[in-house]
């Protein structure tokens, strides 16, 4: 539980601080977007790799998001997902309906604007 409040401290602080050194004038917003999806791809290959160094190899593309779904997100969220999609052309939609990165901002719309940032770095890109 401890862990969980101090990442998602972090996880903010991260973000907010990208943004005010844009408004300060050491970046633009493109800029800390392009930052922000950056380091969440890092960090989400970084994790794949950890997870799944002892796993044997996917065969194919519904392996791989069975073991995300169940496995890695079980591991990182502590939840599965709620419900995955595909159109059976390689587009996949994991959706979750607690997402704990969103679940303090969707307490209102005065945080609209804020939520796509904090998914910049949320979004690990997984593949």
């Known amino acids: 539980m401890a862990d969980e409040a ?16 844009a408004e300060q004038g050491e ?10 999806e950056s380091m969440g ?6 994790l794949i790799e950890r997870f799944t160094k002892d796993t044997a190899r996917f065969k194919d593309e ?3 998001m069975k073991f995300i779904c169940k496995d890695f997100w079980t591991t990182v969220f502590k939840k599965q997902i ?7 052309q390689g587009i996949y939609v994991l959706q979750d309906n607690k997402f704990r990165l969103l679940t303090q901002m ?5 945080y609209l604007e804020h ?9 690990m890109s997984l593949i």
């Open 41 to 46: 791809f890092r960090v989400g290959q970084g």
């Open 27 to 36: 970046g633009e917003n493109g800029r800390c977007t392009t930052k922000l």
């Open 106 to 110: 969707s307490a209102g719309k005065q």
């Open 115 to 123: 939520a796509p940032k904090v998914l910049f770095l949320g979004s």
């Open 62 to 64: 519904l392996d791989i």
């Open 6 to 21: 101090l990442f998602l401290l972090l996880h903010n602080e991260m973000v907010a601080g990208l943004y005010r050194a």
């Open 82 to 88: 709620d419900n995955l999609r595909t159109n059976h």
